[in-house]
């Protein structure tokens, strides 16, 4: 089943033809791997498929509706953005882990936090600490925990194990196949080609704004 659509997408600033004109389709279930030389576009369309920026020309659409029909919270509740630097707010890790039961006007399921911080090589005492004191690795997983603890359909990734040692991208790389093996489609823009767990059944080769080639891995 077809989940987004890309319908021509064009982004131009100042002039700049950034993306030129993007085409595809992606299937429900998808994990697709996002790769290209540095200003190829790659985070700039991703953008727009988290509805963060404005697309000059074109339409995604999901599930065969426009983005536009969607209410906004809903969408952003249903297609979830992580990346590589993630913006965390106030001061402890707990106001962040908060943050998606508060806008759901939820109380904070504990038990659920604590669960994917044990998943993510992060224990129960961290819900308490600072954030200024977190390392890069730390705030990564801190910040994919956020966007993790309602499952997403649609997951958008920007570098996000790119400050993790390797065991921890593993564990994350890990955690994201059994959550794509449940049904959650990816997006993911990664430098890292030695993906070792063979997560991805496609990869999208970007170039100068244009998708070059589309490969089918499994
Ligand atoms: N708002 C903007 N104003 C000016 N230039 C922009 C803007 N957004 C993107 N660009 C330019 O568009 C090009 C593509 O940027 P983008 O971040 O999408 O590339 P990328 O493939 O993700 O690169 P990297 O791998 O280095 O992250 C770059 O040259 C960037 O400078």
Not at 172 to 201: D, M, P, R
């Amino acid at each position: 089943m077809n989940i987004l659509s890309l319908k021509d997408i064009k982004y131009v600033v100042d002039g700049m033809d950034i993306l030129k004109g993007i085409s595809t389709d992606i299937d429900k279930g998808d994990c697709i791997s996002i790769v290209g030389p540095s200003g190829s576009g790659k985070s700039t369309l991703i953008k727009i498929l988290a509805d963060l920026i404005p697309m000059t020309q074109g339409e995604v659409l999901y599930k065969n509706k426009h983005y536009r029909e969607y209410d906004p919270i809903q969408l952003r509740r249903e297609v979830s953005y992580c990346i590589q630097l993630p913006h965390l707010f106030g001061y402890t890790v707990e106001e962040n882990l908060m943050f998606p039961f508060k806008i759901r006007k939820e109380q904070m399921n504990r038990q659920r936090v604590i669960e994917l911080l044990e998943r993510m090589n992060l224990n129960e005492s961290y819900i308490s600490k600072d954030i200024h004191a977190l390392s890069g690795g730390e705030k990564q997983r801190v910040a994919l925990i956020r966007n993790l603890i309602f499952t997403p359909q649609i997951l958008l990734l920007d570098e996000v194990t790119s400050a993790l040692d390797k065991e921890n991208a593993l564990n994350i790389e890990t955690y994201i196949k059994e959550l794509n093996e449940e049904g959650v489609t990816v997006l993911w823009i990664t430098h890292n080609e030695a993906q070792s767990t063979g997560i991805f059944n496609k990869r999208w080769i970007m170039e100068e704004g244009q998708l070059l080639r589309l490969e089918v891995i499994r």
